[in-house]
Structure formats: C-alpha cells, structure tokens
C-alpha cells in the first residue's frame, strides 16, 4: 500500500511539473517574433543608382554603331577587343543596377520610371556579350546569336536612352 502512495504522489507530482513547463512554453511561444520591414527610399537614393551608371550608358551607347562596324570589319583587332569588353561592362552594369533597384522600397512617385527601366536592364543583362559573340575566346560576329545580340543590345541602347531622359529631373 505504501509503494502505491509513493507511485500516486509521484505520478501527481510528474504531472504538475509537466503541466507548468507546458504553461513556460506556450507562453515563450505567445512572444511575436519582430518583423523587418524596408523603408522608402527617397528619390534622391533611388535616382543615384542610375546616376552612377548613366554617364558609361551614354557614351557605350553613342559609340554603338562604330562598335558594331569595328566588330564586324575587324573581330581580331584592338577596337574590336575594346568593344567586347564595353558591351560586356554595360552588361554587368545593367544587372547590377536592376538589382540596386529591386533592393530599394521604390517612392510611389518614381514606380513609372523604375517599372519602366527595369525590363530593359534585364534584357541587357542576359545573354551576355560572351555567350553570344565568343567562340574558343575568339570573337565571332557573323553567328546568328552574336547578330541577334549585337541587334537587340543596340535597340536597348536606343530604349535606354529614352528612359535616361525621363530620368533627368532626378539626375
């Protein structure tokens, strides 16, 4: 009988020492996490992304079509070098602006400008001048794919520019 009691009381007490670890836990459980949330840019930090890149899309773009001629008369020569490593820095400038852009919380009075841009930069990002227009580290111009990016990157200059235009009031 006394064994018995021994095992009721410590059953109850195993009970009560659950039940209050049960309550500790639920209530750390009732404790929001915090939350992060991203702050509006202003315009000024939004307009700077582009800033720091708009003076070296400008020029590539005023010198694309001399480009694409020294690609195509001369795809070993020095200009033609030059171009390639232009077209590629435009590259990799657009996707890092595009990804600049996606990382900032866009003021409602610029979500024109930055949804318009956007798709341009994503297209000047990707294919990239290498994978279109290199072939064993030799610049080869007359494939279709290098034809096709060589035509599509000049049109997204041309896009570029008038997008940069709209940009004026903040550059």
């Given at each position: ?7 009721a ?47 070296d ?33 435009a ?12 990382d ?19 297209r ?13 580290d ?23 520019d ?10």
């Amino acid at each position: 009988m006394r064994s018995a009691l021994i095992l009721a009381s410590t059953i109850a007490l195993a009970g009560l020492s659950l039940t209050g670890c049960a309550s500790a836990s639920s209530s750390a459980d009732a404790t929001p996490s915090p939350t992060f949330t991203k702050e509006t840019a202003t315009t000024a930090q939004v307009a700077s992304v582009i800033a720091q890149y708009e003076d070296d899309w400008r020029e590539v773009s005023d010198a694309a079509g001399g480009c694409r001629l020294d690609l195509v008369t001369n795809s070993e020569g020095l200009d033609a070098l030059t171009c390639s490593y232009t077209e590629q820095t435009a590259g990799l400038n657009a996707l890092l602006a595009a990804a600049d852009l996606r990382d900032l919380e866009v003021p409602d009075e610029m979500q024109d400008l930055v949804f318009d841009i956007l798709p341009i930069l994503d297209r000047m990002s990707t294919p990239d001048f290498n994978s279109s227009c290199l072939v064993d580290d030799v610049i080869v111009t007359d494939s279709d794919a290098c034809t096709t990016f060589l035509g599509q990157r000049f049109a997204d200059y041309l896009a570029l520019d008038s997008e940069l235009d709209r940009w004026k009031p903040y550059l």
